[in-house]
């Protein structure tokens, strides 16, 4: 997938030591290549051109814990669980990798459409990050974070999609500020 755009938006409250977080995620991107694991052939995966259009919002709760330091950053680290929901436009999916790889002929036009989707799904999210004041009530702030969902099913019949979760890796930069 390569990503369009994407925004954040969040709020907390500060225990001390530790720091409570709801965050609010949307990401958009580009479908632009799908890994198809064959059925006829044990443990063959065969990469395919697809076009199509996904947006992931996620709403996640987390736990942080803050580590004091005298050098002026303070690292901190996260575990949070939360839902995301995954809106997966048509994709449209070029054949023609599919069909030399099995010499085969699986569609006159050498594409198929599979339907779009709607999944809300449960996920987890792992975190790390340092902040550094730059006043008594705001603060700069970098993380990265892995945000994983759980297993879910797409479409029916010829085309359901069995997916082994959803991984996504975020780098973040912003602003805090304290009320």
Do not use: C
């Amino acid at each position: 997938m390569d990503e369009d755009s994407g925004y954040d938006l969040g709020f907390g409250y500060d225990l001390g030591e530790y720091r409570l977080e709801f965050l609010f995620s949307r990401q958009k991107a580009d479908s632009e290549r799908l890994l198809h694991k064959t059925s006829e052939v044990p443990n063959v995966h065969v990469g395919v051109d697809v076009e199509g259009d996904v947006t992931v919002s996620s709403y996640m709760l987390s736990i942080n814990k803050d580590f004091s330091m005298s050098i002026g950053f303070t690292p901190y680290v996260g575990i949070g669980g939360g839902l995301v929901s995954i809106n997966q436009g048509q994709i449209i999916v070029a054949l023609d990798e599919l069909e030399d790889a099995f010499d085969v002929e699986l569609n006159a036009d050498n594409q198929e459409a599979l339907d779009g989707y709607n999944e809300r799904v449960a996920a987890y999210q792992l975190k790390a990050g340092l902040t550094k004041s730059i006043s008594q009530d705001t603060e700069l702030y970098a993380e990265a974070s892995y945000t994983k969902t759980s297993n879910y099913k797409t479409g029916t019949g010829g085309q359901e999609i069995k997916w082994n979760g959803l991984g996504m890796y975020t780098a973040r930069a912003g602003l805090v500020y304290k009320f």
